[in-house]
């Protein structure tokens, strides 16, 4: 047992313990697992290039301009993609199981994934290789699919319960998800020529990443980014019950919303260049809840450094694992992540969970 | 001054009403019991002061209309104490008590040192201190109890609405909570609104008495005044003999014939 001492009256105060922080230590795994992660992100590929060669290039030194050209237009902006993507659909994740309690809830909850499906198909099946001004059009297919699904589940959540209950609304996105993915499964069927693409789109990928993707996708994830992690302690008091949160003068329904808006922006974003990477937006902030402590001070920030971490990691092994081709990110993912999950919960019991 | 006036209040959920043109006036620094049988409204009055539910008519503390204050200064004024605390598991219980510091904090703001020394200083009085880190999950039920309290002191609110501070405790505990309470109502002089099942520990604690029915008040007044044999009978529906106990109140006692 923990004991403190309560200091004498000249003493100065003494810090309380168990209060919500996070702490260096954590903090600065984090980076370090991300600054790894990103070193082998850049150094694996199928053309060797030293570490020598990398640091070189970074800093303006003079390399070789092929190997240059492979670093700043493949390698630099997949690793980018890879950081944006992963802690992107981590932080999400953690808020929305924040705003639902529920922790089973993950970035596609309200139909994110189904609309951005969708949309991408419609796009691969009707409109390939088009372009609206200068972007791919499948990332934006993509990116409107999942606004419009989710945005129709709110709005459908809202008429029926009036979001008095988050259950309507979840209700709500599973109905949405549900019906998107008939249609989407229906073009699909139909459109026989695309079904390879379709297919490898929706199991995700970083494969075409490139500035652009970085660049169209940069402004949503930080905006998300910044406001759910904004948004923490305020995630903690949610934990609490509807009255009790009320009475600390919380507006309840105005931080649901935000946060909620702001996963799903960062969410649509990723899913647009990235397509559905499954088990990232779970397994993350419950790794981190179950090694370090459940606060939102400690799961959002740590969420998206090793969300970050442990997608460019993905994405490296999706790229050599079968080289040259590449294997789906998302089977990555979930083959890695599942049983290093299963491996945590069993160690620590899951005495948090 | 926190006194509390209660005005012609009025609450119906979806149209039935539950607590009917009541009318009652609690003094600064009073300890008022609500009790009566189950539906009389005693946990919708509660709800009515922290504004947690629309009411008609008027509530008024220290002279300001409660529907008037924004949210946070509601949660400045009153701070609750509900029948079932939801306790977070993982969540330890100085974080617990911090979020009691809500209310004076801005929409995203942090809690300052101040913040931090307030909650270590709650912490310390209700001597919780062996537990502060220790997971909510792992706590006793008394332990619960005083973390709950703990949280609402944190408030620094002149009120404080309880519900059923003591079901789910023993009779040691629940002795002890109210104790608690009691002091801690004298030193920060706080003005108390508990309601409560147990009559002969309401009768005690409290300044006066308040018998809710049917959401109307059916008598106010010292315990000794409210408690009655015929009252008793009349709206709890139970057999029990009143006995007054010289200096220790009135005690309530059911009877099998």
């Known amino acids: 047992m923990l004991s403190i001492k309560v200091g004498a009256a000249a003493a100065p105060p ?68 890879g950081v944006l993507v992963g802690g992107t659909l981590a932080i999400a994740g953690a808020a929305y199981q924040g705003v639902f309690r529920n922790p089973l809830a993950d970035p596609y909850l309200l139909g994110a994934a189904a609309g951005a499906n969708l949309g991408a198909t419609l796009a691969i099946a009707f409109a390939p290789g088009t372009s609206v001004l200068g972007v791919n059009v499948v990332p934006l297919a993509a990116f409107v699919g999942a606004g419009a699904a989710v945005s129709g589940a709110y709005a459908l959540g809202r008429s029926v319960t009036g979001l008095r209950s988050a259950t309507g609304l979840i209700l709500a996105g599973v109905a949405i998800a ?9 073009v699909q069927q139909t459109q026989t020529s695309s079904i390879r693409q379709v297919y490898s789109w929706i199991l995700g990928r970083l494969v075409t990443a490139g500035w652009d993707d970085v660049l169209l996708i940069l402004p949503y994830v930080l905006l998300s980014v910044v406001a ?22 919380i507006p309840v329904r105005r931080v649901r919303l935000i946060v909620v808006v702001a996963a799903t922006l960062g969410t649509a974003a990723v899913v647009a260049v990235g397509g559905t990477i499954a088990f990232v937006g779970i397994i993350v902030p419950h ?23 442990f997608l460019v990691l993905a994405d490296a092994a ?25 491996a945590v919960m069993r160690s620590t019991r899951a005495a948090a969970l | 001054m926190s006194d509390i006036v209660l005005a012609g209040v009025s609450v119906a959920y979806d149209g039935e009403p539950v607590v009917r043109d009541l009318d009652l006036t609690i003094a600064s620094g009073e300890w008022l019991s ?20 629309s009411f008609q008519g008027e509530i008024r503390i220290g002279g300001r209309a409660v529907t008037e204050l924004s949210s946070r200064d509601v949660a400045r004024t ?39 020394r307030i909650v270590r200083d709650v912490v310390r009085r209700l001597t919780l201190e062996e537990l502060a880190s220790r997971p909510l999950d792992r706590l006793s039920g008394g332990e619960r109890q005083r973390a709950a309290i703990a949280r609402a002191l944190a408030q620094q609110a002149p009120v404080l609405l309880i519900d059923e501070p003591t079901s789910s405790l023993d009779v040691g505990r629940q002795q002890s909570v109210l104790e608690l309470i009691d002091q801690l109502r004298k030193e920060q002089e706080l003005t108390v609104i508990a309601a409560m099942h147990e009559l002969t520990l309401a009768g005690q604690y409290a300044d006066r008495l308040a018998l809710l029915v049917g959401g109307r008040l059916a008598a106010v007044g010292s315990a000794a005044e409210v408690l009655t044999e015929p009252a008793i009978a009349e709206h709890y529906r139970a057999q029990v003999k009143v006995i007054q106990m010289n200096g220790s109140g009135t005690a309530v006692v059911p009877v099998r014939n």
């Open chain 1, 14 to 81: 003494a810090v309380l313990a168990g209060m919500p922080r996070l702490r260096w230590g954590w903090a600065g795994a984090g980076l370090l697992a991300l600054a790894a992660s990103c070193g082998v992100g850049v150094l694996v590929g199928p053309v060797h290039i030293g570490v020598g060669t990398v640091v070189q290039t970074l800093v303006g030194g003079a390399v070789d301009p092929g190997q240059a050209n492979i670093l700043w237009s493949l390698r630099f902006p997949r690793v980018v993609l």
């Open chain 1, 178 to 186: 549900a019906f998107f993915n008939s249609i989407q499964s229906y």
């Open chain 1, 228 to 249: 759910i992690y904004l948004h923490r302690r305020l995630l903690d008091a949610l934990t609490l019950g509807e009255d009790e949160v009320t009475s600390l003068g």
């Open chain 1, 287 to 309: 790794t981190i809840r179950l090694l370090v402590g459940r606060s939102y001070r400690v799961v959002i920030p740590l969420s998206v450094l090793f969300g970050a971490a």
């Open chain 1, 318 to 342: 999706a790229r050599t694992v079968v080289a040259p081709a590449e294997l789906p990110i998302g089977v990555i993912t979930a083959f890695l992540g599942a049983p290093f999950f299963i």
């Open chain 2, 34 to 53: 609500l009790i009566g049988p189950n539906g009389a409204g005693k946990t919708t009055i509660l709800r009515a002061i922290a504004r947690l539910v």
């Open chain 2, 78 to 116: 009153v701070a609750v104490l509900v029948q079932e605390p939801q306790m977070p598991a993982g969540m330890t219980v100085a974080q617990y008590v911090l979020l009691g510091r809500a209310p004076h904090l801005g929409y995203l703001g942090k809690e300052s040192s101040r913040d931090r």
